[in-house]
């Protein structure tokens, strides 16, 4: 027994992990249900590292130093049971299982507690970065009991991508919690997604620019304060040129937005946790109003109503639709941090926000310069109540504020849908107001069901009696 580590699903992300490892001087056992796939990395990448390869669970668990340290890299569901039950038949106590798939945070919790009543230390790990960062450094973020971190932080760590000489990997607390911290990334990630999508659809809808136009507005964008691995990428997927007809690759793909699931994951739990993540709501809404073909066929000549002009000064809206893209972000995040905190407090986590901001700044999908600024505002303020709250982001809202009123008035009127940029500044907006329309909200539910209403000048709670002589009894 000699291997460090073992690798078990090696699909892509499995098959670069495992090079990553042994690039960096691990001994990596390899395992998969079908030996060809084991066989093929060896082939190609044998030579990257010092590779063990097995075919049967046994030889694997058995090829492994204790405490054996095993990653499992299939697809999250049903398949990560089977091999967990597998696996943990074949281990002992003490040993390290870890679940490096988009599982659903719930099924880790289960898992885990499944796992440590068999004295198996059961490590649910978000990894981010896709293909690329599998082999290259991803961020990496690690739930489950802290001991297993011990032996297993150091590795993790090692492989994961570095800033400012901080490895994209940290412990981040019991059970499900890294897994559920995965998930609101991916939330996220999707919320991005959206808003880089709105601000291409107003560059081409509201100023008339082509694919490549808007490529240089992405490529001159990343030089800046929205520097980010999505906004490079924009970049380059509005470059591309479709080789068979010539035309921009983006204006030959279908418009309809698929998902596997995670970004539905985090609104539902975010319902569950009575915390607003209207940024992440819309940009699954708006993929599935995408994915609606049928409707969308039949809706189309439906009534525009009567359009307003399009902005003439380019430079000028161009600045706008970019500062509508950084308010709308600051309240993305804004609102994911605070579905963080809220699970934390849920389950017990002691989640910390400064270090998500820390591991998020390299390797995943959602790494962006402006993660420096989250994470030195957490750092200044663990208590923030609201990102939206801290110097830097207030006042950077407060410069883009304008603009982005502007740019939702100029969609409104253009006729361009902006769910995620819109429905961001009513969020703002509701954030900030003095006064808010939940009181008649209260109101009627005091009047039709006697749910009771808290005054704004006493104590207690109160109740109309609304069908009798409408007087005020406390409740
Ligand atoms: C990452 C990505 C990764 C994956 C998502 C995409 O952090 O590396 O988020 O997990 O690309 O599964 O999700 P959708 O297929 O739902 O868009």
Known sequence: ARAQIGVTGLAVMGSNIARNFARHGYTVALHNRSIGKTDALLEAHGGEGDFVRTETVEEFVAALEKPRRVLIMVKAGDATDAVIEELAD???????IIDGGNALYTDTIRREAAMAAR???FVGAGISGGEEGALNGPAIMPGGPKESYESLGPMLESIAAQVDGTPCCTHIGPDGSGHFV?????GIEYADMQLIGEAYNLFRDALGFDAK???DVFTQWNTGELESYLVEITAEVLNQVDAKTGKPLVDVIVDAAEQKGTGRWTVKSALDLGIPVTGIAEAVFARALSGSRTQRAAAKGLASGVLGEKPTDVAEFT???????YASKIVAYAQGFDQIAAGS???NWDLHPGDLATIWRGGCIIRARFLNRIKEAYEADPALPSLILAPYFREA?????????????VATQLGIPVPAFASSLSYYDGLRAERLPAALTQGQRDFFGAHTYERIDAEGKYHTLWSGDRSEVPA
């Open 119 to 121: 004295g198996l230390n």
């Open 319 to 325: 600045e706008a639709i970019r500062q509508a893209l």
């Open 397 to 409: 809202i407060e410069k883009a504020i304008d603009s982005w009123r502007r740019v939702v008035v």
């Open 90 to 96: 074949a281990m002992e106590p003490g040993d390290i």
């Open 213 to 215: 136009q808007i490529a």
């Open 345 to 347: 407090a849920e389950y």
């Open 182 to 186: 995965k998930m609101v990334h991916n």
